[in-house]
Nanobody, 126 residues
Framework: QLQLVESGGGLVQPGGSLRLSCVASGFSLDYYAIGWFRQAPGKEREGVSC????????NYADSVKGRFTISRDDAKGTIYLQMNSLEPEDTAVYYCASYWTFRPECFLTLSDYASWGQGTQVTVSS
């Protein structure tokens, strides 16, 4: 059974860093795109970043480019989201999600993603 479990959220001051982890089980990452999404209170869920293949292709929302980095460790079946220079606007529940694809790239289209984790809360506040 395909399962995604996020961890690593917490409370951090503006300018700080956090690393989120998403452990994937029940499937091989070889033919799946993995994405990170977030949802702030009262707002729609939005794409943050995605990764496809062994990291050769990555995609980022404009709002996080240069601050967030997505990576994966296939041996551990884990996808990471390193978040630096965090801002209060980054406060949200962060979800990882997956979809099967034979294409080499990935996209941040919400409806493409079939499987979702339970989410982890990230709060950026002084």
């Amino acid at each position: 059974q395909l399962q995604l479990v996020e961890s690593g959220g917490g409370l951090v001051q503006p300018g700080g860093s956090l690393r989120l982890s998403c452990v994937a089980s029940g499937f091989s990452l070889d033919y799946y795109a993995i994405g990170w999404f977030r949802q702030a209170p009262g707002k729609e869920r939005e794409g943050v970043s995605c990764i496809r293949g062994t990291g050769a292709y990555t995609n980022y929302a404009d709002s996080v480019k240069g601050r967030f980095t997505i990576s994966r460790d296939d041996a551990k079946g884990t996808i990471y989201l390193q978040m630096n220079s965090l801002e209060p606007e980054d406060t949200a529940v962060y979800y990882c999600a997956s979809y099967w694809t034979f294409r080499p790239e990935c996209f941040l289209t919400l409806s493409d993603y079939a499987s979702w984790g339970q989410g982890t809360q990230v709060t950026v506040s002084s």
